[in-house]
Structure formats: C-alpha cells, structure tokens
C-alpha cells in the first residue's frame, strides 16, 4: 500500500465517522470536492461502494462499515502513540475541545484557563458553548462540562468549580407593580422569563426547596430563552420574574438594579464538573487543562 492509498482511507474514515462530507472536508481542512473525488478513487480500487450518498445524509454501506471497523481502532492507537511521543516534548501541544454552558465559560472555566493559554501558546483550546446534553464521544469533544448530579456513571468527573444556586429576581419596578411573591406556588401568577431545555425541548421547571419540603413550579410568561444572560437582561428591563444563576446576578442585586425574592426556597446543588471518558492514553495538553480547572482540595 503506497501514501496515496493510505490517504484515501484516512479520507474515507473522516467521512464515515462524520456522516457528512460538509463536517469531514472542515476537519481535514480540504475542499468537498477533493474528498468526494478521493473518496470514489478508494471505491474504484476497490471494486465496491463504501458509502451510501444522499442530498440529505452519507453512511457506509456493509462493506464500508467493515472497513471501518477495521481502520477506526489501529487509527486510534496511532494517535495514542502519537500523544506517547508527543509527552516527551518539553511544552505540551496539541488541540483540547470541550463543550459546556455559557454560564459555564464565563464563571469557572474561561478564568482558570485563560492564564493557562498564556503561558503554553502551542495548545489549541476550543470551547463549544451548548446549554444542551452533547454525545462528546460521537461529537469527538475530548470532554465536557455538567453540574455534578448530571453526570453519566461511565464517565470520569472532576470537580471544577463550587456548589452553587440559582435565585428568582425581577426589576424594583415589576415588583412594585405586581408584589413580590412569598410562596414558590405565587409565581404562576406572575410573567416569568422561562428558558428552553435544548435536550428535552420542553422548558425548565423552576425547582425549589425548604426544610426538606422540594417543589416544582411550571410557570409562565411573555419571554423564552435558552440562555441566562438574555433572560437576565429582560428582568432588568422589566418583563418579569427570572431564574437565574446567582453569580449572574451578584451585582445587580447588589446596585439594587434587580430585587430577590424567594431567597430561603433557592437551595444550593453540586457545582460543575468536567467529564470525560476513560482512555489508555490522554496528551499532555489535556492533563494540563485538567490539572488547571481541577477544583482545589479534590
């Protein structure tokens, strides 16, 4: 087998994995068009169709999946070797992807980590923002970001950041306009600034406890968002009762821009964790992310 023949097969696992010549052309940094035309070349040599071509979706035929489980581990032990050699650099390199919540990025993660980049310049870090529950092995995330009772059994987890809570809050005006609730159960008489759950499609029920009593409230009201920092924006524009992240709001209740309610029904819950699945081998350049969002004392 000659580097050509190589090539062609390390081009037809991408768009195997991929399920998308579009994804797989981006990962290699070629244009669909070579990788098409690389692609029919394997399939020409070989005597047989490897992959199945719609206008809306690629996926291997029988013959395409064995070969793709014939490629995929001694691919994968290449690049476990290749992460072996790469340890014995002096400066970690490489590239980490992680996916988590933009409250996530912005509270615990970006500021651990942003010294981190200063300091080893040859580590790539890209950091997906998705309020919803990614597959990071099928979306070849090396790890992502969950708060500590939504973590899968099968995976590695590490504390990154402490508990936390979320708090319902609205403008001064909104309250004076409509009273402050002083019973979770008051909040379906309020317009409430719900957000979508990406996973489920369904939104969020607002969750509270006290003295052992938990309830959960559906509530209702003119805004939906899938994000905190637009749902926090409209509370302090007045458009009604938010419940958000309390580090998102810190300064806010402290300037008076927003009001809390409900303070003794906001139970604190486990902080974030990264997850990640177990490998044989991590490169350096992921320990180093690891080691540097690792909550202190664990």
């Known amino acids: 087998m000659d580097r050509k023949d190589l090539t062609e097969m390390l081009w037809f696992l991408a768009v195997a994995e991929e399920r998308s010549f579009t994804k797989a052309a981006a990962r290699l940094g070629t244009s669909q068009s070579?990788?098409?035309?690389?692609?029919?070349?394997l399939e020409t040599r070989m005597g047989m169709r490897l992959l199945n071509?719609?206008?809306?979706?690629?996926?291997?035929?029988?013959?395409?999946?064995?070969?793709l489980a014939a490629l995929a581990p001694r691919v994968a032990e290449l690049?476990?070797?290749?992460?072996?050699?790469?340890?014995?650099?002096?400066?970690?390199?490489?590239?980490?992807?992680?996916?988590?919540?933009?409250?996530?990025?912005?509270t615990v993660v970006w500021p651990?980590?942003?010294?981190?980049?200063?300091?080893?310049?040859?580590?790539?870090?890209?950091?997906?923002?998705?309020?919803?529950?990614?597959?990071?092995?099928?979306?070849?995330?090396?790890?992502?970001?969950?708060?500590?009772?939504?973590?899968?059994?099968?995976?590695i987890g590490v504390r990154i950041g402490p508990d936390w809570r979320l708090v319902a809050v609205g403008s001064a005006d909104y309250f004076a306009q409509h009273g402050a609730p002083q019973h979770p159960q008051e909040l379906v008489r309020h317009h409430c600034i719900n957000q979508r759950q990406i996973r489920s499609g369904g939104l969020y029920i607002w969750e509270f406890?006290?003295?052992?009593?938990?309830?959960?409230?559906?509530?209702?009201?003119?805004l939906i968002f899938n994000i905190g920092y637009a749902q926090r924006q409209a509370a302090l524009s007045g458009y009604g009762v938010a419940y958000l992240p309390e580090s998102l709001v810190s300064q806010d209740l402290e300037s008076g821009r927003l009001v809390q309610v409900l303070d003794d029904w906001?139970?604190?819950?486990?902080?974030?964790?990264?997850?990640?699945?177990?490998?044989?081998?991590?490169?350096?350049a992921f320990n180093l992310v690891v080691g540097a969002l690792r909550e202190s004392g664990t």
Not at 34 to 41: I, P
Not at 83 to 102: K, Q
Not at 209 to 222: F, H, I, S, T, Y
Not at 266 to 284: D, E
């Open 266 to 284: 906001s139970p604190y819950f486990a902080g974030y964790y990264l997850y990640y699945p177990s490998r044989r081998h991590n490169s350096p």
């Open 53 to 67: 071509r719609t206008t809306r979706s690629v996926s291997p035929t029988q013959a395409g999946e064995k070969l």
């Open 209 to 222: 406890a006290k003295d052992g009593q938990e309830l959960r409230v559906r509530v209702d009201g003119p």
């Open 34 to 41: 070579t990788l098409s035309h690389n692609v029919k070349r």
């Open 112 to 155: 651990k980590l942003e010294p981190v980049l200063k300091a080893y310049p040859d580590i790539t870090l890209e950091l997906n923002c998705d309020n919803g529950f990614r597959d990071i092995v099928e979306e070849r995330f090396d790890a992502g970001v969950r708060l500590g009772e939504s973590l899968d059994k099968d995976m």
């Open 79 to 106: 690049e476990d070797d290749i992460n072996e050699l790469m340890a014995v650099r002096d400066r970690p390199s490489g590239s980490v992807r992680i996916t988590l919540s933009d409250h996530a990025l912005e």
